[in-house]
């Protein structure tokens, strides 16, 4: 009848017994299924990239969309967070291998010198070679809670790493569209500082001729030169706005430029448009508390915290596993009848450490503090996401009251600027008039294109305050590049499209 001693209980159980129970255990635990390994994407959907699809070149003209899309598949910032999440998704596996039986084998051989295992021994009969052998299958069945609390806590950690991928994801599409409007006003501008300069150029011709003509002095020449070459900052200005614009759009969007190149092999659509907007602010205080990414990341690392607290209690509480195991040794003697045993043993086996010198209550407290910690952080995380709420509802406010103002303004310094150049053809007004209502013309252009730009970037900013990644047309971006400078309204120039 084979005895089981193991740590602190004993069972002796009958031989027939034991060898069937072992068996059964053992046999179980050949069959039972692998543990099931998360999928990236189970809580959310990842994107990965291939080494492929990160040295594709990127060119032609892309849409708002088109450049979220590949930024998700390229921004290296987008990428790591998707890495995160994997991380998190195999933790639940770790975490889970405590519900399943673990099955250990240990062995040994041991060969002796003749003389030296019959002197050791006392036994000119002792054999020269011993062995050892065995197999254990071990199942926890009582753990005070720590196993479930250690899977709870994997799960949350997937769901946080989740809800930061999302985070990532927000944050590099808020300044995607930053960037993409920056373009679209940088694009608008250039053509309206070349307009201006051409103006200018073209008051100085004029110049030139009444001078030849004797109707007006040099000093005229001299002031529409200094104008114009006053004009050419701002144009070159605008031009070097669009450049960095597209090289910021470009790092988004994870493309390496090539050595000399000035813009990357790319050109974007879209339209600096405005249509009436009219959120109300409850509403929109509500949608961020329900899906701001870090509120609900902090409501769920609270969870977890309290659940750590359950594992580090379980330090000082009862264990309990029950064992099977097969074990072969050999028969020292040559006398024997039998050079080797064999036998199957069962048991269970318990552990409770009663006293650790004060480490687990000083865990706990740890963890308690931590728990007060990051409650602190979601109410910070509250007033952060009501605080970006209400700067971008009244961004939107303001930019709109601001087109408000500007209706109609461009035509009407449009029609002055034609009036004063009739006056100053006939005499009528001098060059500082004219001037004036040039700079005038220009400022009023600039102006509206500031404040659709204004627009476009506060409502960006809201959906981003509320957790949205809205898509491009519930930011009011078209689907063809329409800048917003009518030539019919603005004359003269007209805005290029967008290449």
Known sequence: MPLLVNHGWRFRLPAAGAAACGKFLLAAACCLPAPAVLRAGATTTTTTTTTTTAAREISGVLSLDDCIRLARERN????????????????????KAGIYPSLGTNGTYLKRESSFATGLAQDVNRRTEDYTASARLTQNVFSSGRVRAQIDIAKKNVAIQALNYQNTVENVVINLRTQFLQILLAEATVPVRQQALDLLSQQVRDEVGRVSAGTVGQINVSRARVNRANEEPALFQAQDDLRNAYVSLAQTLGVEMR?????????????????????????????????????????IELEAAQRQIVVEKSATRPRVDVFAGYDVFSEPSTLA??????????????????????????????????????????????????????????????AERTLAALAGNDQAARENLRLITTNVSAGLSSQLDLLQSRLDFTRAQTSRLGALFQYHVSLARLARAMGEAAPAGALTFGAEITIALDPRRSGGGAAAPAK
């Open 259 to 299: 050595p000399g190149e000035t813009r990357p092999p790319f050109r974007i659509r879209g339209s600096l448009d405005s249509r009436p907007t009219h959120p109300k602010l409850e509403e929109c205080l509500r949608r961020a508390e329900a899906q701001r990414p870090e509120i609900l990341a902090r409501k």
């Open 76 to 95: 290296p910032d987008i990428l790591a967070a998707a890495k995160q999440l994997d991380i998190a998704q195999a933790g639940v596996t770790t975490a």
């Open 337 to 398: 009848t039998r050079s080797y045993y064999d036998g199957y043993t069962i048991g269970v086996q318990g552990s409770w450490q009663v006293f650790d010198g004060l480490a687990t209550v000083g865990r706990v407290r740890q963890d308690r503090a931590r728990v007060l910690v990051i409650g602190d952080n979601l109410r910070q995380a509250r007033l952060q996401a009501q605080a970006d709420v209400r700067t971008a509802f009244e961004g939107i406010v303001q």
